[in-house]
């Protein structure tokens, strides 16, 4: 009796959580066109508008020239470059400053030398927000090509929407079909924080540091990155402080508009992830093991139901696969293929392994190594935005 019902809620656990999928994507959609927004109600053009684009580059030789002229060919908007050299020891500087002498857009900034009591992107986060003259400051990364349009598009969103932040999420150029499930199960992950913000939900916050488009007079009145020295998660704790600071904000799928080149198979996503997930419940042991026991019960149970034949067994084994519908709905958001939805279930158990190895490495060193600097456990938990 006790191993039916255990089957019986392990189903229901799993159809529960695809309904719930499949309710938050409701307000977890894609950037709208252009046409399709309304104009601002002052009847200001967004070409009127000044954004300020920060890039922290550390070694981005391979992509930082294609990444600038992504940036550059940004139309409706009157823009400046800001990008910050992170001590960088490849031919970065030598290319920023040829593109700076080709467009008097581009600012080419170099850090030599971190200081103390900061994380190296955080820094040259700060550094580029320091020296800013636009009305709006978009933070993304070194290898993020963006859409012509996508600037204009959020700042008309923004508009309309009176949001002081507008944030999207990588749009994930994936090398095989694996990494495609990979970011489809971190999508229904997400889910749950893109539909609270739309739905200004009170407690819920996000940012992703791919496309972080904030007011500058909110960052300003938010602490902005000054407040994240020795924060991992940056992108996300910008969210949280511009919550706090009582700022709306608007979060879109970013698929071809924030085409990144990062974590495109599905090692390079744990290996990436390896400073950010433990980073992400703030360096807490007891939610990565409670977690960990949970799914592998979960998981186990489902597993054990298929061999039993019963129909309790076998609905808690097939009840996985429920969530390869919300996974289908986000690969057809983002043009994705319907096999990539298919296989989505079985990445789940990778994802949550990516969080446990985050752990396990981070505690096994002491600290996070990130740009060629280690920062002690200690020394983050005590600098973590909570």
């Known amino acids: 009796?006790?191993?039916?019902?255990?089957?019986?809620?392990?189903?229901?656990?799993?159809?529960?959580?695809?309904?719930?999928?499949?309710?938050?994507?409701?307000?977890?959609?894609?950037?709208?066109?252009?046409?399709?927004?309304?104009?601002?109600?002052?009847?200001?053009?967004?070409?009127?508008?000044?954004?300020?684009?920060?890039?922290?580059?550390?070694?981005?030789?391979?992509?930082?020239?294609?990444?600038?002229?992504?940036?550059?060919?940004?139309?409706?908007?009157?823009?400046?470059?800001?990008?910050?050299?992170?001590?960088?020891?490849?031919?970065?500087?030598?290319?920023?400053?040829?593109?700076?002498?080709?467009?008097?857009?581009?600012?080419?900034?170099?850090?030599?030398h971190l200081p103390e009591g900061w994380l190296g992107k955080s820094h040259a986060c700060h550094v580029g927000a320091s020296v800013a003259t636009g009305d709006w400051l978009l933070f993304t990364d070194a290898d993020c090509w963006l859409k012509p349009d996508v600037i204009a598009r959020a700042l008309r969103v923004a508009a309309r929407d009176a949001a002081d932040h507008i944030t999207l999420t990588p749009g994930v150029a994936a090398e095989t079909l694996g990494a495609q499930a990979w970011h489809l199960a971190f999508l229904g992950s997400l889910a749950n924080w893109i539909s609270g913000v739309n739905r200004d939900r009170p407690g819920a916050h996000l940012g992703i540091g791919a496309f972080n488009l904030v007011r500058t007079s909110a960052y300003r009145a938010c602490g902005g990155y000054e407040a994240l020295r020795l924060t991992i998660v940056d992108d996300i704790?910008?969210?949280?402080?511009?919550?706090?600071?009582?700022?709306?904000?608007?979060?879109?799928?970013?698929?071809?508009?924030?085409?990144?080149?990062?974590?495109?198979?599905?090692?390079?996503?744990?290996?990436?992830?390896?400073?950010?997930?433990?980073?992400?419940?703030?360096?807490?042991?007891?939610?990565?093991?409670?977690?960990?026991?949970?799914?592998?019960?979960?998981?186990?149970?489902?597993?054990?139901?298929?061999?039993?034949?019963?129909?309790?067994?076998?609905?808690?084994?097939?009840?996985?696969?429920?969530?390869?519908?919300?996974?289908?709905?986000?690969?057809?958001?983002?043009?994705?293929?319907p096999a990539s939805a298919a296989i989505t279930p079985l990445l789940y158990p990778v994802l949550f392994f990516a969080v446990v190895n985050s752990a396990v490495v981070t505690l096994r060193q002491g600290g996070v190594r990130w740009r060629d600097t280690f920062y002690s456990l200690d020394t983050l938990r005590r600098g973590n935005v909570r």
Request: charge should be positive; aromatic fraction near 8%.
């Open 1 to 112: 009796m006790w191993i039916t019902i255990a089957f019986i809620s392990t189903a229901a656990l799993f159809v529960g959580l695809t309904l719930a999928t499949l309710h938050h994507q409701r307000w977890a959609r894609r950037l709208p066109a252009l046409d399709a927004l309304p104009a601002p109600a002052d009847d200001l053009p967004t070409s009127a508008v000044r954004c300020s684009v920060i890039v922290a580059a550390r070694d981005e030789e391979a992509r930082l020239e294609a990444t600038v002229r992504h940036l550059l060919a940004q139309r409706h908007v009157t823009l400046e470059l800001i990008v910050v050299d992170d001590r960088s020891t490849d031919a970065t500087g030598d290319i920023l400053r040829r593109l700076a002498s080709e467009d008097t857009r581009v600012r080419a900034t170099r850090v030599e």
């Open 237 to 337: 704790k910008l969210g949280l402080l511009l919550h706090r600071a009582g700022r709306r904000t608007r979060a879109f799928l970013g698929g071809a508009d924030v085409e990144c080149h990062w974590g495109t198979t599905v090692p390079r996503m744990i290996k990436i992830m390896e400073k950010n997930y433990f980073a992400a419940v703030d360096f807490r042991l007891a939610p990565v093991v409670a977690g960990a026991m949970v799914f592998t019960l979960i998981f186990g149970t489902s597993i054990i139901g298929l061999w039993t034949r019963t129909a309790a067994g076998i609905a808690a084994g097939l009840a996985p696969w429920s969530l390869a519908l919300p996974a289908a709905i986000f690969a057809r958001r983002l043009g994705w293929s």
